[in-house]
């Protein structure tokens, strides 16, 4: 019996983040409320409560396992599960004959989302990211539900460096909270800086998709977004490719975890 299908598969490079077509009704309703609500002091407080990783303790691999409830409301192009996903983008990466620990990247990208399933809602975990403290741009998606957000009230955070310094690099910018920016200081001891860009930005799609917000970025930022760029391709366009057999590929994925990342971290 043939596997079936999901919105993703079989499309053109070109098709994909296609929200015009509007392929769930979800997706507009999801970015509305997450450009209405992740204000400055929003992100500040979840870096606040998140980022000090005192939540659990896990294996890389039980953290796969227990994120594989979640389907991404922000996504067009998938209906499946986060450890189908997150195999997809690691074999493709694989295929491409990239180094290991890319193939590690890919394989956990999206791990941050397990902030969904400590409560938070869809629009504080997932979906494109974007600057907090400056002005907004038109490249984000759906830019017109920024008008909605407090911040947009406030003249101070509205100018074009807002609260930061011209090329003060992205390190020093606050993005909108989700789970690049958990998932990065998870993992930010374990895999070399060209991973840790992609795990940090790999949903700054207004800055290394449109070419957004550059007058924030250094000269590390401008050589690291190859990595990004690159890591982008695979995570985004795998999505076209039959859904992996999750059974035959675990060995393989576990050696991979164990050379990286072995025993558990804290999340």
């Given at each position: 019996m043939a596997q079936a299908t999901h919105p993703g598969e079989g499309k053109k490079p070109e098709e994909f983040r296609n929200y015009a077509a509007e392929a769930r009704s979800s997706v507009r309703e999801f970015y509305r409320l997450n450009h209405t609500n992740q204000t400055l002091d929003f992100v500040l407080g979840k870096k606040k409560e998140y980022l000090s990783l005192h939540r659990m303790e896990m294996t890389v691999w039980e953290a796969l396992e227990y994120m594989n409830q979640l389907v991404d409301d922000s996504d067009p192009d998938v209906d499946f599960t986060q450890i189908e996903h997150a195999m997809q983008t690691a074999e493709a990466v694989r295929a491409a004959g990239q180094p290991r620990w890319f193939q590690l990247t890919g394989l956990v990208h999206d791990l941050g989302k397990v902030l969904c399933l400590w409560g938070e809602p869809q629009w504080a975990v997932v979906g494109d990211t974007f600057p907090v403290g400056c002005k907004y741009s038109d490249k984000c998606v759906y830019p017109e539900f920024f008008e909605l957000n407090p911040d947009s009230k406030k003249p101070e955070l509205m100018t074009e460096n807002g609260i930061y310094e011209e090329h003060c690099g992205l390190a020093n910018v606050h993005l909108s909270w989700g789970h690049d920016e958990y998932i990065y200081h998870v993992f930010k001891?374990?895999?070399?800086?060209?991973?840790?860009?992609?795990?940090?930005?790999?949903?700054?799609?207004?800055?290394?998709?449109?070419?957004?917000?550059?007058?924030?970025?250094?000269?590390?930022?401008?050589?690291?977004?190859?990595?990004?760029?690159?890591?982008?391709?695979?995570?985004?366009?795998s999505k076209g490719d039959a859904r992996p057999n999750v059974t035959e590929l675990t060995p393989y994925y576990k050696d991979l975890i164990d050379e990286f990342v072995p025993g558990k971290l804290r999340w």
């Open positions: 001891n374990h895999i070399p800086e060209g991973g840790l860009y992609a795990l940090r930005y790999h949903s700054f799609y207004p800055w290394h998709k449109e070419g957004a917000y550059t007058h924030l970025t250094n000269e590390n930022d401008r050589e690291c977004m190859k990595w990004v760029k690159a890591f982008n391709r695979f995570d985004l366009y």
